[in-house]
């Protein structure tokens, strides 16, 4: 079955700062990586998401890369302000709309 | 709109108790799914319905048992649990299950603490 591996478990930056979050997985046939929010307490909120036939994605201060054919994606946020503090997950996706998570991300944006 | 809403936000019940958790989207997806999310953890899939049918379990313990009573409602139904199935229980939907990318949108969760 999907691998995913999430680095790094915690990161912490300053208001300002950008944030960089990259993970890799194991399934050639996962065409499908979403990136989702969490906040304490609630539940993973979508905040950007990349299919396989695209490189690149940016919405306002949020990016996704891909890399197919090394089998990673990044997560990369500009500048960053305290309401980013979160746990972020990566997540890739292949048959029977099944995702497979990496272990999170702790961002802390200190003002 | 993408809400999905969980109710009740906190669960407390003993090993005994019977209880029952819900989930409701009306954005008209036909695919709904329970993950289980321990602390500092990612969520974990427990069930998969596609068009109201189970299309995954993923060898959860029959103490879980999901219903999907019309395409926008499921339930979750727990009976003699243990404490640790204590955990965060995530609804999410997407519009068609049987596609491989459709996005999924997760509600709330309900915070479930067993006794």
């Known amino acids: 079955g999907e691998n995913v591996e999430q680095h790094p478990s915690t990161l912490s930056v300053q208001e300002g700062d950008s944030a960089v979050i990259k993970c890799t997985y194991s399934?050639?046939?996962?065409?499908?990586f979403p990136w989702y929010k969490q906040e304490l307490g609630k539940g993973p909120q979508l905040i950007i998401d990349i299919r396989s036939n695209v490189g690149e994605k940016k919405d306002q201060r949020i990016a996704v890369t891909l890399n197919k054919t090394a089998k990673h994606f990044s997560l990369h946020i500009t500048e960053t302000q305290p309401e980013d503090s979160a746990v972020y997950f990566c997540?890739?996706?292949?048959?029977?709309?099944?995702?497979?998570f990496g272990k999170g991300t702790m961002l802390l944006v200190s003002p | 709109d993408t809400e999905v809403t969980q109710t009740p936000k906190h669960l407390v019940m003993g090993m005994t108790n019977k209880k029952s958790l819900k989930c409701e989207q009306h954005m008209g997806h036909r695919a709904m799914y329970w993950y289980k999310q321990k602390a500092k953890k990612p969520p974990e899939l427990m069930f998969v319905?596609?068009?109201?049918?189970?299309?995954i379990n993923e060898s959860v313990p029959s103490r879980f048992s999901p219903e999907c009573p019309n395409s926008s409602l499921l339930n979750l139904h727990l009976h003699a649990l243990q404490p640790e199935d204590s955990a965060l229980y995530l609804c999410?939907?997407?519009?068609?299950?049987?596609?491989?990318?459709?996005?999924?949108?997760f509600g709330p969760g309900t915070r479930l603490t067993v006794l």
């Open positions: 399934d050639s046939a996962s065409n499908y």
């Open positions: 997540a890739a996706m292949g048959g029977y709309s099944t995702l497979t």
């Open positions: 319905y596609s068009y109201e049918k189970l299309s």
């Open positions: 999410a939907s997407s519009q068609d299950g049987v596609r491989s990318t459709d996005t999924q949108y």
